[in-house]
């Protein structure tokens, strides 16, 4: 077949692809993780719970950070162990992003407050037939902790948590 000079040869467009390895950052320490706990379901810490599931999916503390909209130093620190109390707010979000429910990110302190620590308070004292200043009196708290508590007013600290409701 001889060519024309007014046929061209037509090339299909050239695409290059590229796409991010799925694997954390430090992967030997991700193995290491996942062999020790082989469900979330055996984690008790939060902060063991969110490394858990940022291995599972192969993403990085400042990549969870940018896509929860938190400085990447603050989730370094959820992750730390350091942290008592990690927002409800952000946890939504990152158990969003995971596609799980919040609980089965948090730790039982967490959940405490996550189900409205004020009325739990409030169930336990009347299950006990006490008013308030009698329970305040019980725990050996003050009157005005109590109040706050059950108002919601003010996060209970997780030692007191722990003291009085573990």
Known sequence: MVRHESQAIRFAPLVILSFPLLAPHHLLEAEKFNIRFADPVQITETADKLR?????????????AALV??????????????????????????????????TDLLDEYNTFLYRDQGKQIKERR????MTQ????????????????????????????????FK
């Open 52 to 64: 858990w599931y940022r291995y599972r999916e192969a993403l990085l503390q400042k990549e969870v």
């Open 69 to 102: 909209g938190i400085d990447r130093s603050t989730y370094i620190h959820y992750e730390s162990g350091e942290t008592e109390y990690f927002p409800l707010e952000i946890m939504e979000k990152i158990a969003a992003l995971y596609d799980i429910p919040v």
């Open 126 to 129: 009347k299950a006990l037939r």
């Open 133 to 164: 200043r009698e329970y305040a009196d019980y725990l050996g708290v003050s009157f005005g902790s109590l109040q706050n508590w059950e108002q919601n007013n003010v996060r209970m600290f997780k030692r007191t948590w722990e003291r009085y």
